[in-house]
């Protein structure tokens, strides 16, 4: 294994202009991480329904306050972009959409689909007595 | 024919340690995932503002029982896999890094397991 060397490493923040691929790709990953946190929630949220009806109307009274409801935002901005830009990711498994071109246009419509997709999904859950 | 020098071999099989079922694994669960998470969301939506009783009676469904099940599993085994790839990326050659590791697959196979088991319980009548 390495040890931690003190080489220098190629710049790059200092060198690239933020671009629509690298931008897009970092957010990926930071979706993934903030998924990985709603991951615990979730979990907790089992976990207090299958304890009893004081410990799930505890977690959801959380979920109710205001932190707990951005939180919540948050979460589903970040499953609804991930998702989507996973699909993105997928088709470029098969070798499909590099050119720059496609690369833009498939980048602009997972932004524009995720942000479609968190305020439709929000409208109808605050209309289904959020 | 092999372009592994002998110390690659020895190794192991390129920086995920373990050949292409890094890259493998994660593309399988992100295919499992897309109905899934699809599947997730709308119940989500569906479930606002639920009580007790509602929650309850959802996931006592069969179906919704197993999707909730397969949601766990692949999301927390493509979560472990995501995370492993920022840890190595971040984090350098010091123990640090392999304590983060560990954690991260200790950690994953936990939360499933409690995961797995709070739908059993529901599911069972618990």
Known sequence: MAEKTSRPLSPHLQVYRPQISS???????????????????????????????????????????????????AFTAAINYHLLNGIRHLFWDMGKGFSIPAMTRSGIAVLVGAVALTLIEWALAYGMGA | ???????????????????????????????????????????LVCLS??????????LEQPLNAILMAALIVAGLYHMKL????????????????????????????????????????????G
């Not at chain 2, 503002?49 to 959802?58: L, M, P, Q």
């Not at chain 2, 991260?104 to 936990?110: D, H, V």
């Open chain 2, 82 to 125: 995501g995370l492993q790839v920022v840890i190595e990326d971040y984090v350098h050659g010091t123990a640090a890094k392999y304590v983060l590791l560990i954690l991260n697959t200790l950690g994953s196979a936990l939360l499933a397991l409690a995961g797995l088991y709070s739908i059993l319980t529901i599911g069972l009548g």
């Open chain 1, 23 to 73: 931008m897009l790709s970092i957010a990926h990953r930071a979706a993934g991480v903030g998924l990985a946190v709603g991951a615990l929630f979730l979990v907790c949220w089992l976990m207090a329904l299958a304890a009893g009806a004081a410990q799930y109307d505890a977690v959801m009274a959380f979920g109710g306050s205001i932190i707990g409801r951005l939180m919540l935002f």
């Open chain 2, 1 to 43: 024919m092999s372009l592994n020098t002998p110390l690659k071999d020895v190794r192991g099989l390129g920086s995920a340690k373990d050949g292409t079922t890094h890259f493998w694994h994660q593309r399988l669960t992100a295919l499992a995932l897309v109905p899934l998470v699809g599947w997730f969301i709308v119940s």
């Open chain 2, 49 to 58: 503002g639920a009580n007790f009783d509602e929650a309850r009676s959802f």
